[in-house]
């Protein structure tokens, strides 16, 4: 089974600062996607990043796939009480139907 | 909207019990997958089905087995619960071709005593 880790674990910071969470693996994905996890709820899909080198923005979070398609990261500008949650990372490998998940990043935005 | 429905949010049984946990997907997908979700394990696969009657193993199987009669439902059954499967518990549902993207359900936090 492949792993994907993901950096750091928890992170904890004050609304207005900016964040990068990491996601890493040893083998090659063909798309690699972000979700964001609430409490008490199942996690939402962000994005999906296909292309090595691919950046793509929604709003204030930019996700960019790695050249080689074995990482990824998201990074946050200018976070906010409203991005606290559970981000997950998930890989696909060619061919299969099932993704393979990292454990997770739980970010606490702070007022 | 798509939407992926759980049958319950909460559940507490006994240790022994038979337990189903039913999910519901009403956007036509073939692939359906049942996940439990444990601090700093993420998600781990339990079972998954790509076709009405057709499941594969995942990375977890043991205890549990599934059920996949029609498209839309996928349930999840533990033989003989034990609380070491207290555990929360989601289902998914994706194309079978694509960018594989998931939908999720909103979750069953299962409790054995």
């Known amino acids: 089974t492949q792993l994907l880790e993901q950096s750091p674990q928890f992170l904890s910071i004050q609304e207005g600062e900016n964040l990068t969470v990491y996601c890493n693996s040893s083998?090659?994905?063909?798309?690699l996607q972000w979700y964001r996890q609430e409490p008490g709820e199942g996690p939402v899909l962000l994005v999906t990043?296909?292309?090595?080198?691919e950046v793509k923005k929604l709003k204030r979070l930019t996700f960019q796939f790695g050249d080689a398609r074995k990482d990824s990261s998201l990074h946050i500008t200018a976070a906010q009480p409203g991005d606290t949650g559970l981000y997950l990372c998930?890989?696909?490998?060619?061919?299969?139907?099932?993704?393979?998940f990292g454990q997770g990043t739980r970010l606490t935005i702070n007022p | 909207d798509v939407k992926v429905t759980q049958s319950s949010r909460y559940l507490v049984k006994r240790t022994g019990e038979k337990v189903f946990l039913e999910c519901v997907q009403d956007?036509?997908?073939?692939?359906m997958f049942w996940y439990r979700q444990d601090p700093g394990l993420g998600l781990r696969l339990i079972y998954f089905?790509?076709?009405?009657?057709?499941?594969e193993k995942g990375d977890i199987p043991e205890g549990y087995s599934v059920s996949r009669e029609k498209k839309e439902r996928f349930s999840l059954i533990l033989e003989s619960a034990s609380t070491n499967q207290t555990s929360m518990y989601l289902c998914?549902?994706?194309?079978?071709?694509?960018?594989?993207?998931?939908?999720f359900g909103p979750g069953t936090r299962l409790t054995v005593t």
């Open positions: 083998s090659v994905f063909s798309s």
């Open positions: 089905s790509y076709d009405v009657k057709m499941k």
């Open positions: 990043v296909v292309t090595g080198g």
């Open positions: 956007m036509d997908h073939e692939n």
């Open positions: 998930a890989g696909k490998e060619r061919g299969a139907q099932k993704l393979v």
């Open positions: 998914a549902s994706s194309l079978p071709w694509g960018l594989y993207e998931q939908y």
